[in-house]
Nanobody, 114 residues
Framework: VQLQASGGGLVQAGGSQRLSCKTS????????MAWYRQAPGLQRELVAE???????NYTDSVKGRFTISRDNARNMVYLQMNSLKPEDTAVYYC?????????WGRGTQVTVSS
């Protein structure tokens, strides 16, 4: 299982950024996909997840600002982040669970300047 995240970088507060994650090695359309993030000194936290049905779930701090989506034809999952805040600064990870094991992609740094 491989997950390759991209799209991070530096953005000003109030701006937008879109993260992408390419997945291989699994029957993508059947798997729940998720984005996590980890800020310095803090534990990794779930940001958003999307089920194979398309149902979504968000952590409270990003509701109304972030949107997770998937493209099953391209084995891609996305995280559209709007109205970014400095507290959104973190390394963002794409993740899925396969046969009882959680897999992580290499993180992508998102830095929001005030």
């Amino acid at each position: 299982v491989q997950l390759q995240a991209s799209g991070g970088g530096l953005v000003q507060a109030g701006g937008s950024q879109r993260l992408s994650c390419k997945t291989s090695g699994i029957a993508f359309k059947f798997h729940r996909m998720a984005w996590y993030r980890q800020a310095p000194g803090l534990q990794r936290e779930l940001v958003a997840e999307i089920a194979s049905s398309g149902a979504t779930n968000y952590t409270d701090s990003v509701k109304g600002r972030f949107t997770i989506s998937r493209d099953n034809a391209r084995n891609m999952v996305y995280l559209q982040m709007n109205s970014l805040k400095p507290e959104d600064t973190a390394v963002y990870y794409c993740s899925t669970n396969y046969k009882g094991e959680r897999y992580w992609g290499r993180g992508t740094q998102v830095t929001v300047s005030s």
